[in-house]
């Protein structure tokens, strides 16, 4: 069974410019989440799908990210403009869960962004 | 808000040494998962505990789960080289369905 699948995996970009991320979630994962890993921290939720609804998207920083999940399957985060500050790691996961009980999450590889 | 907070930062350990992270809750959790990271890796799933005072095992990992299901704790006996990475709690609170990482324990394994 293939895992969480996300691209670009490295993205480089200078500040000001555009960028977008894919992911594609397990088959059958009702609930979509991206994380943002900073170096030596913790993933930090941005937003949480289930199916094409956002029902957390309390962390995401309006002004510049907006993310979409049509049809409940495959998910784009959008950066734009990108800022130096926004270079991390972004995280793709599912769950087969809903927000009463979350279960495992099944993280992608990441897409590794680098701002200059 | 809720925070999940874990100690230490970093553990360096000869080989064949035990090794502990812990982790706290500024809130009582439903429950808490813990996750491994390799280097250049992504977050994979360990286990997740439930039910107060709960004690799993998997090989040489015990992970427990505090009375207060404030606190957890995983514990890896005679590490081995395979072992290193960043180990991440995750709690989730019982009002919704946010899992709140920790900022992870770093180990490292001198062989």
């Known amino acids: 069974e293939a895992g969480v699948v996300q691209s670009p995996r490295y993205k480089i970009i200078e500040k000001k410019q555009p960028v977008a991320f894919w992911c594609n979630p397990i088959s059958g994962h009702n609930t979509l989440y991206w994380y943002l890993q900073n170096l030596g921290q913790g993933p930090e939720l941005l937003i949480r799908?289930?199916?094409?609804?956002?029902?957390?998207d309390s962390q995401l920083p309006k002004d510049r990210f907006s993310a979409e999940r049509l049809k409940g399957v495959d998910s784009t985060l959008k950066i734009q403009p990108a800022e130096l500050g926004d270079s991390a790691v972004y995280l793709c996961a599912s769950s087969p869960g809903t927000s009463g009980y979350t279960g495992e999450l099944f993280f992608g590889e990441g897409s590794r962004l680098t701002v200059l | 808000g809720q925070q999940v907070m874990q100690i230490p930062q970093y553990q360096h350990v000869q080989e064949g040494e035990d090794f502990t992270t812990y982790c706290n809750s500024s809130t009582t959790l439903s429950n808490i998962q813990w996750y491994k990271q390799r280097p250049g890796g992504h977050p994979v799933f360990l286990i997740q505990?439930?039910?107060?005072?709960e004690v799993k095992k998997q090989k040489r990992l015990t992970f427990q789960f505090g009375e207060a299901k404030k606190n957890s704790s995983l514990h890896i006996t005679a590490t081995q080289t395979t072992d290193v990475g960043t180990y991440f709690c995750?709690?989730?609170?019982?009002?919704?369905?946010?899992?709140?990482f920790g900022q992870g324990t770093e180990l490292s394994v001198k062989p």
């Open positions: 995750a709690g989730q609170n019982n009002q919704g369905g946010k899992l709140i």
């Open positions: 505990l439930v039910k107060s005072g």
């Open positions: 799908y289930e199916n094409e609804e956002a029902v957390d």
